[in-house]
């Protein structure tokens, strides 16, 4: 069974400062994804990232897939009230349709 | 952009009740899953279907059924709704094994 464990759980940070969320396995994933989901809604995806190394950048939001491809983070810029959310990993083993969460982290941003 | 729709947002239901969310997307998308969320307890893969008709079971099939009848639309059925099947409800579909692209979420509450 693969696991995705984020950390931290929760997060209360002011306006404008930075902040990176993890996320960890022991097990390999073809692709890993974030997602965005305010309460009351449904999960938004924010990237996928399927290439170990690989970074993307969206805007403040910057997103690494870790080499061995069994890690990443998500790092926030300048931090503002609408980044406000639940942010969840979920990742894919090789020739699945299946989708592994982690459990998410909660973030707070506080004007 | 991809729309998937739930048909309600809120419900209420008591328990025995024969209970049915639909779920409806708009991009002819292949895959198409319901998940389960709740505190403390992430996103769980009830069932999934990639193609008409055909269905597989999650990781917490037990006390549901699916119907795929048509390509765009998956059904989730409570066949005799309890009160630990209270929880959010989300449906999504995907064209590639990954990129899940959710609905809104259907607030299920069984009393």
């Known amino acids: 069974t693969q696991l995705l464990e984020q950390s931290p759980q929760f997060l209360s940070i002011q306006e404008g400062e930075n902040l990176t969320v993890y996320c960890n396995s022991s097990s390999v994933f073809s692709s890993l994804q974030w997602y965005r989901q305010e309460p009351g809604e449904g999960p938004v995806l924010l990237v996928t990232?399927?290439?170990?190394?690989e970074v993307k950048k969206l805007k403040r939001l910057t997103f690494q897939f870790g080499d061995a491809r069994k890690d990443s983070s998500l790092h926030i810029t300048a931090a503002q009230p609408g980044d406000t959310g639940l942010y969840l990993c979920a990742g894919t083993g090789a020739g699945s349709y299946q989708l592994t969460f982690g459990k998410g982290t909660k973030l707070s941003v506080i004007p | 952009d991809v729309k998937v729709t739930q048909s309600s947002r809120y419900l209420v239901k008591r328990t025995g009740e024969k209970v049915f969310l639909e779920c409806v997307q708009d991009m002819d998308h292949e895959n198409m899953f319901w998940y389960r969320q709740d505190p403390g307890l992430g996103l769980r893969l009830i069932y999934f279907?990639?193609?008409?008709?055909?269905?597989e079971k999650g990781d917490i099939p037990e006390g549901y059924s699916v119907s795929r009848e048509k390509k765009e639309r998956f059904s989730l059925i409570l066949e005799s709704a309890s009160t630990n099947q209270t929880s959010m409800y989300l449906c999504?579909?995907?064209?590639?094994?990954?990129?899940?692209?959710f609905g809104p979420g259907t607030r299920l509450t069984v009393t």
């Open positions: 279907s990639y193609d008409v008709k055909m269905k």
């Open positions: 990232v399927v290439t170990g190394g």
């Open positions: 999504a579909s995907s064209l590639t094994p990954y990129e899940q692209y």
